[in-house]
C-alpha cells in the first residue's frame, strides 16, 4: 500500500545528531520538547489517548506515545484519560467513551485504528484529534479523510536505512553474511522498516563490495514474513526461529511486543545472534534485552504526541502533518551501549557520513510505505 505524501515539515538540521545518539546510552528515555515551552491551556481542554494492542507497556509505540501525553499533562497542569485496547474490537467503543467524557484532544495510537479514528473524528468536528503512524487517507485521494485529524507519522526508512547498513556490517564482519527481518502485521508503519533496512543492506553491498543477505522480506515483491499481529506469543518466536534456521546473525522485529519473542528464541536456542530494537532505544527501554540488542531505530512519537498536545491546549491546533525525518530528528539511531567498542572500524564515520547524505539530499530512501 503506497500512502500520499504529504507537505514535510521543515525541522531543525540534525546531521550531527547520529553522533550524539551513538555517544549517548544513559538513563531511560523521557520526552522532550522540540518545540515551544508549555502555556496555560484553553478552559476546559482535556486530552486523551487511546492505544493499539499492545499496551501501555509494549516497551514501543504505546508506550513511547504515553510517556508523550503524561509529559503534557505535567506541563499543562491538567487532567487526561488514557484507555487501553486490547483487541481491535476495542478502537470504536473506546473513542465513543472518550468522546462521552468530554474529550477536546484524542490522541489514536497506530494505523490500524484509522477507520475508527476518522469515523469519530467526523462525527465530532469539534474535537481535535491527532493518529500516530497513519495519514488517515483511508480513501487514498491524497487528503486526510477528516478535516479534524492531524497525522503524527514518521520517515522510519531514512532510519532503517542506517540500521541495515550496520547490521551488514556486523554480519560481515562475523563472515556470516545473513541478516533478516519480520513484522507483525503486514502495514505501512511496519513495512516501512523494513524496505529501509533492506535499502541500507543494499548500500553495504554497494559501497563494500560485499555480499549480505536478506532474509524474510523482498522489498522488490512486498512480500515476507509477519506474524499477523503484535502479540509476543509462540507464532513471533517460531517467525523468529525461521530466521535463525536459515542462519541469520542480526534479526529485525518490528512490531511492539515481538521482539520479546524473538529474543526468547535466541536465547533458548544458545546462539550468538542479535537484534535492532524499533520505536524506542530497546536496551533502555527493556534492560532484560539489552545484551541482545546491537541498536534501535528509534521514532520520536514521545516528542510528536507531547508537542501536538501542547500546541492543542492553546487552541492553535493545526492539522498539517507532521513527518518526522533524519533532518528534524524525528526518526534517528540509538547509541550501540556496549556494543560499540566491538564494530569493525569506522563504522561510525561510515554512518554519520550516511546521515548526512540523505539529510542533505544526496541519498533519497525511496519506501513505497513512507508517507
Same mark, same amino acid.
Request: one cysteine or more.
Given at each position: &500500500?503506497?500512502?500520499?505524501?504529504?507537505?514535510?515539515?521543515?525541522?531543525?538540521?540534525?546531521?550531527?545528531?547520529?553522533?550524539? $545518539?551513538?555517544?549517548?546510552?544513559?538513563?531511560?528515555?523521557?520526552?522532550? !520538547?522540540?518545540?515551544?515551552?508549555?502555556?496555560?491551556?484553553?478552559?476546559?481542554?482535556?486530552?486523551?489517548?487511546? !492505544?493499539?494492542?499492545?499496551?501501555?507497556?509494549?516497551?514501543?509505540?504505546?508506550?513511547?506515545?504515553?510517556?508523550? &501525553?503524561?509529559?503534557?499533562?505535567?506541563?499543562?497542569?491538567?487532567?487526561?484519560?488514557?484507555?487501553?485496547?486490547?483487541?481491535?474490537? /476495542?478502537?470504536?467503543?473506546?473513542?465513543?467513551?472518550?468522546?462521552?467524557?468530554?474529550?477536546?484532544?484524542? +490522541?489514536?495510537?497506530?494505523?490500524?485504528?484509522?477507520?475508527?479514528?476518522?469515523? !469519530?473524528?467526523?462525527?465530532?468536528?469539534?474535537?481535535?484529534? $491527532?493518529?500516530?503512524?497513519?495519514?488517515?487517507?483511508?480513501?487514498?485521494?491524497?487528503?486526510?479523510?477528516?478535516?479534524?485529524?492531524?497525522?503524527?507519522?514518521?520517515?522510519?526508512?531514512?532510519?532503517?536505512?542506517?540500521?541495515?547498513?550496520? =547490521?551488514?556490517?556486523?554480519?560481515?564482519?562475523?563472515?556470516?553474511?545473513?541478516?533478516?527481518?519480520?513484522?507483525?502485521?503486514?502495514?505501512?508503519?511496519?513495512?516501512?522498516?523494513?524496505?529501509?533496512?533492506?535499502?541500507?543492506?543494499?548500500?553495504?553491498?554497494?559501497?563494500?563490495?560485499?555480499?549480505?543477505?536478506?532474509?524474510?522480506?523482498?522489498?522488490?515483491?512486498?512480500?515476507?514474513?509477519?506474524?499477523?499481529?503484535?502479540?509476543?506469543?509462540?507464532? =513471533?518466536?517460531?517467525?523468529?526461529?525461521?530466521?535463525?534456521?536459515?542462519?541469520?546473525? +542480526?534479526?529485525?522485529?518490528?512490531?511492539?511486543?515481538?521482539?520479546?519473542?524473538?529474543?526468547?528464541?535466541?536465547?533458548?536456542?544458545?546462539? /550468538?545472534?542479535? &537484534?535492532?530494537?524499533?520505536?524506542?532505544?530497546?536496551?533502555?527501554?527493556?534492560?532484560?534485552?539489552?545484551?541482545?540488542?546491537?541498536? !534501535?531505530?528509534?521514532?520520536?512519537?514521545?516528542?510528536?504526541?507531547?508537542? =501536538?498536545?501542547?500546541?492543542?491546549?492553546?487552541? /492553535?491546533?493545526?492539522?498539517?502533518?507532521?513527518?518526522?525525518?533524519?533532518?528534524?530528528?524525528?526518526?534517528?539511531?540509538?547509541?550501540?551501549? /556496549?556494543?560499540?567498542?566491538?564494530?569493525?572500524?569506522?563504522?561510525?564515520?561510515?554512518?554519520?557520513?550516511?546521515?548526512?547524505?540523505?539529510?542533505?539530499?544526496?541519498?533519497?530512501?525511496?519506501?513505497?510505505?513512507?508517507?
Amino acid at each position: &500500500m503506497t500512502l500520499s505524501t504529504p507537505q514535510k515539515l521543515v525541522g531543525i538540521t540534525a546531521a550531527a545528531g547520529l553522533l550524539v $545518539a551513538l555517544a549517548g546510552c544513559g538513563s531511560a528515555p523521557e520526552a522532550s !520538547s522540540t518545540g515551544d515551552a508549555a502555556g496555560e491551556a484553553v478552559d476546559g481542554f482535556t486530552p486523551c489517548l487511546i !492505544s493499539d494492542e499492545g499496551g501501555w507497556n509494549d516497551k514501543s509505540f504505546n508506550q513511547s506515545a504515553k510517556a508523550g &501525553m503524561d509529559a503534557a499533562l505535567e506541563e499543562l497542569g491538567v487532567e487526561g484519560i488514557e484507555l487501553e485496547s486490547t483487541t481491535p474490537n /476495542d478502537y470504536a467503543p473506546n473513542l465513543e467513551q472518550l468522546v462521552a467524557e468530554g474529550c477536546t484532544f484524542i +490522541v489514536s495510537v497506530g494505523f490500524n485504528l484509522s477507520a475508527a479514528t476518522v469515523e !469519530s473524528a467526523l462525527a465530532n468536528p469539534e474535537i481535535d484529534y $491527532a493518529i500516530i503512524d497513519d495519514l488517515a487517507d483511508n480513501d487514498f485521494n491524497g487528503e486526510t479523510d477528516a478535516p479534524n485529524i492531524k497525522p503524527l507519522v514518521f520517515n522510519t526508512a531514512e532510519a532503517a536505512y542506517l540500521g541495515g547498513y550496520a =547490521a551488514a556490517a556486523w554480519s560481515e564482519q562475523s563472515g556470516v553474511n545473513k541478516v533478516g527481518t519480520f513484522g507483525g502485521m503486514q502495514i505501512p508503519s511496519v513495512a516501512v522498516f523494513m524496505d529501509g533496512f533492506q535499502l541500507g543492506v543494499e548500500k553495504y553491498n554497494e559501497d563494500k563490495g560485499g555480499s549480505v543477505e536478506v532474509l524474510g522480506w523482498d522489498m522488490g515483491t512486498e512480500e515476507g514474513l509477519f506474524t499477523g499481529g503484535f502479540a509476543a506469543n509462540d507464532t =513471533a518466536k517460531q517467525t523468529a526461529q525461521n530466521l535463525l534456521d536459515q542462519g541469520a546473525d +542480526v534479526i529485525l522485529p518490528v512490531g511492539g511486543p515481538v521482539y520479546q519473542s524473538a529474543a526468547a528464541a535466541i536465547t533458548d536456542g544458545g546462539t /550468538d545472534t542479535l &537484534m535492532l530494537g524499533v520505536d524506542t532505544d530497546l536496551a533502555v527501554a527493556d534492560e532484560t534485552v539489552a545484551d541482545l540488542v546491537l541498536v !534501535s531505530i528509534m521514532k520520536a512519537i514521545d516528542v510528536a504526541v507531547r508537542d =501536538a498536545t501542547i500546541e492543542a491546549a492553546g487552541g /492553535d491546533f493545526e492539522v498539517e502533518p507532521y513527518v518526522g525525518t533524519l533532518e528534524n530528528e524525528g526518526v534517528k539511531l540509538s547509541s550501540f551501549h /556496549d556494543f560499540e567498542s566491538q564494530l569493525p572500524e569506522g563504522l561510525l564515520d561510515e554512518l554519520t557520513a550516511l546521515q548526512e547524505s540523505i539529510v542533505a539530499g544526496d541519498i533519497t530512501v525511496e519506501s513505497p510505505n513512507s508517507p
